[in-house]
Each structure stands twice: as C-alpha cells, then as structure tokens.
C-alpha cells in the first residue's frame, strides 16, 4: 500500500518513478519487514563529485511529495489490509 500511494501521488505531480537500486538504509527496512521507499527531493549533477550540483527547481515537487506521502502514511492510507 505505501509504494502503490506514492506512485499515485507522484503521477500528478508529474514525477517519474525510477526503479533503480537504492541504499543499503532502504534495504534493511525492507530486510526486516517494513515497508520503505526512497522519495527524491530533486535532481542533481555530478553525484559524489566535487562540483556536485542539485537543482532547486523540482525541490517544489519533491517537497510535495513528501508531505502528501506523509499525509497518506498519517491517514491510514498506506496501512497493510
């Protein structure tokens, strides 16, 4: 239920999924049975570089996210059956 919200909070926003491996946090929770997921804040260049750059453009859509992700989580929304 919480990967299914997020994904239909992310269609209007216009954010496109991308299902590409995450960190090593992601996987422990799910490791142990608790539902994750990575939300990205925004986009960004020269990942772990020292020019490394982040665009503060889509951080209004990354913020949206988040919060109506939390307001799912915080209503019930992303609950097992």
Same mark, same amino acid.
């Given at each position: 239920p919480l990967v299914r919200n997020v994904r239909s909070l992310m269609k209007p926003l216009r954010v496109k999924p991308r299902m590409t491996p995450s960190t090593s946090e992601l996987t422990t929770f799910i490791d142990c049975g608790i539902p994750a997921v990575t939300l990205g804040m925004t986009?960004?260049?020269?990942?772990?570089e020292p020019d490394e750059r982040l665009q503060i453009k889509p951080?209004?859509?990354? %913020? +949206?996210?988040l919060i /109506?992700?939390? %307001? +799912?989580?915080?209503? /019930?929304?992303c609950d097992e059956s």
């Open positions: 986009k960004g260049n020269g990942l772990n951080m209004s859509r990354g %913020l +949206a996210l /109506g992700t939390l %307001l +799912a989580i915080d209503g /019930g929304h």
